[in-house]
């Protein structure tokens, strides 16, 4: 194999994980990493369930795949749709690290600290309905973007706290911005781990992933 080309999302984070597999593979065959673009890091201003879900952050980089541009994508399994379009097939999924969701604010330590009122940022309906669960007196304001766009608008004074997966943020360096981990809430299936996504009956690229 002359070299395995890898596709992936261009965010801080979806490189993070795109370089931590082509670490690993790196040591039997040449790696490249490309960048791609998905509909999902275009359109900021809608909640997903509004426009389309999960698959809104994988259509372009199968497409990239089909076309064979890149032999296989890395996605965070938690924004891997249960159903794979035909065509597909998940090869690998690293070891889950830490699943929950974290609790990120500049001026409150926890969850239950926060003022009647005050705003959480998150564009997850699974995150809001819980968070309202547990404190109904709370507003849920739609939250979109990377990591590093998220954490700019709290800090910029537009929400009082947003939840993000503590997993992402521990993987990019910002593990001491977390203040608290929501045990308490359920995370998203997947969380925590990555996925390894080809063209379905790729016996060669499924072999080079399969350690």
């Not at 819980?130 to 404190?135: D, G, H, S, Y």
């Not at 507003?139 to 954490?151: A, E, M, S, Y």
């Not at 939840?163 to 360096?173: D, N, Q, S, T, Y």
Request: aromatic share 4%; with cysteine; hydrophobic share 45%.
């Amino acid at each position: 194999m002359e070299k395995i080309k890898i596709g992936t999302r261009s965010s801080k984070l979806a490189l993070w994980q795109a370089e931590f597999i082509a670490q690993k593979l790196s040591k039997k065959f040449p790696v490249e990493i490309t960048k791609i673009q998905t509909t999902g890091d275009k359109i900021l201003d809608a909640p997903l369930a509004k426009i389309g879900g999960k698959g809104l952050f994988t259509k372009e980089i199968e497409i990239a795949l089909l076309e064979n541009e890149i032999d296989l994508a890395v996605h965070s399994l938690k924004d891997v749709p249960s159903e794979l379009p035909a065509g597909f097939e998940i090869a690998a999924i690293t070891k889950r690290t830490q699943p929950f969701d974290a609790f990120v604010s500049n001026k409150f330590s926890t969850l239950e600290s926060l003022p009647s009122g005050a705003v959480i940022g998150t564009s997850s309906l699974r995150r809001a309905a819980q968070i309202l669960n547990l404190c109904p007196d709370l507003q849920i304001k739609n939250l979109r973007g990377n990591v590093d766009t998220r954490l700019k608008k709290l800090d910029s004074g537009e929400f009082d706290a947003v939840i993000l997966a503590a997993a992402g943020l521990e993987r990019i360096g910002y593990g001491a911005r977390i203040k608290q981990i929501l045990t308490e809430i359920i995370p998203a299936a997947g969380q925590g781990a990555l996925a390894i996504e080809i063209r379905a009956g790729d016996l060669k690229i499924r072999d080079a992933v399969k350690d």
